[in-house]
């Protein structure tokens, strides 16, 4: 009975997440016409994560958590959130480092094993991007 504790144990301390220490802390904004938008992510060399809140404009608010890969100068990933305080939902998310921004993506959304996605063989529009996220300082 040790033994199979002692063997839990070890396979649970081996696939234990990522030392979340290594993460560097970022805070960004963007303004869309009268929408504004808060990214609060963590990130290093691989992966991010963090909040991301979307304020509409007399209407309400979006808030959930981003998650995603770091590819190259891209940060590819999902946003999972509450829209308007209602139902949770789940849609792909994509955005582009560039000039110290982050140009948030649009693309045609599909399912992969019945979670969005972005279709591959569409390329993902930064060019006309509703949000371009400036880095802020942390209050």
Not at 121 to 130: A, C, H, K, L, R
Request: charged content about 30%.
């Amino acid at each position: 009975m040790r033994y199979f504790l002692f063997l839990c144990l070890l396979i649970v301390s081996c696939n234990s997440k990522e030392d979340k220490e290594k993460y560097n802390h970022q805070l960004y904004r963007a303004v869309n016409k009268k929408d504004t938008a808060v990214l609060d992510i963590h990130i290093n060399d691989k992966r991010f994560y963090g909040r991301y809140e979307i304020n509409h404009y007399g209407t309400g608010k979006d808030s959930g958590d981003v998650r995603g890969d770091l590819r190259g100068d891209t940060l590819r990933g999902d946003y999972h959130y509450i829209s308007f305080g209602g139902a949770w939902k789940r849609v792909p998310l994509a955005l582009l480092k560039k000039d110290q921004k982050l140009f948030l993506g649009t693309g045609v959304i599909g399912t992969y094993f019945n979670l969005p996605c972005y279709v591959p063989e569409v390329p993902i529009d930064y060019e006309e991007s509703g949000f371009v996220f400036e880095r802020i300082e942390k209050e």
